[in-house]
């Protein structure tokens, strides 16, 4: 099985954020997030690989085993991630930037509860739920090095969760 042909997320483009890296000649300033972001970003479609391929070895419901729920679920969590990436670069608010990684992370456990689940179930192989979760221990450490290109700022959250 090709896992290219399982993945559907579209290649990290360079040239979206070419403009926000260079904008007030203040490139320096911009490119340690845009960057690992785009680190980010290029290893979260990896994974997505993965837990396509994980998913896709779920049974449509035929049996009755609510496999299809499971599988639904999977990718709900799993189509969050890359946008919620892309909408943190596109941002400069830091509360906008907190909420979008607050999601990402939300999501993964949530992915890999009912990767965990799926297993649990008999559905699904033990071995293929530990190279996931390995790819997204790789994910986390990415994610941690983003997170803290997030510079706090000026802008008001207005709900009072990242202040």
Known sequence: MD????????EWDENRFSKRMNRHGEAWKNA??????????????????????????LADDNDGTHQSSTKSLIYQNAMIVAP????????ES?????????????????????????VLMGWADETYKHVIEESLDQFRQLFRVWVTTFEKDSFDDEWGLFL
């Open 32 to 57: 340690p997030g845009i960057l690992a972001a785009r680190d980010l970003y290029k290893h979260w479609r990896e994974l997505f690989g993965l837990v396509v391929a994980f998913a896709e070895n």
């Open 3 to 10: 896992l290219e042909q399982l993945n559907f997320l579209p």
């Open 84 to 91: 919620k990436i892309i909408g943190a670069v596109s941002v």
């Open 94 to 118: 830091y509360p906008l930037k907190m909420e979008n990684a607050a999601l990402i992370r939300s999501n993964c456990r949530q992915m890999m509860e009912q990767i965990n689940f799926a």
